[in-house]
Nanobody, 114 residues
């Protein structure tokens, strides 16, 4: 059974940091590119960051470039999203995904507010 389980969301003040984790099981995690998406209320889901299967290359949305860092640990079947210098507009539900096979997590709420 394929599972992607996000954790690490919460409430943080503007300028703060959070680290999201996504633990994968039920498929060969190390073979797949992994991505983080987010969806804010009333908005479409948007791609935030992507990392290739061996972790050697990453890509980011312009809105988070320089503030967010995606990484992975294939030995732990886990992908991470380090979020620094958070802004209120980063408030959203964050999802991890192995896009090619169509696997999605249940989402983690991130709220940036004073």
């Amino acid at each position: 059974q394929v599972q992607l389980v996000e954790s690490g969301g919460g409430l943080v003040q503007p300028g703060g940091s959070l680290r999201l984790s996504c633990a994968a099981s039920g498929f060969t995690f190390s073979c797949y590119r992994m991505s983080w998406y987010r969806q804010a209320p009333g908005k479409e889901r948007e791609l935030v960051a992507t990392i290739v299967s061996n972790g050697g290359s990453t890509n980011y949305a312009d809105s988070v470039k320089g503030r967010f860092t995606i990484s992975r640990d294939n030995a732990k079947n886990t992908v991470y999203l380090q979020m620094d210098s958070l802004k209120p507009e980063d408030t959203a539900v964050y999802y991890c995904s192995a896009v090619t096979p169509g696997y999605w997590g249940q989402g983690a709420q991130v709220t940036v507010s004073s």
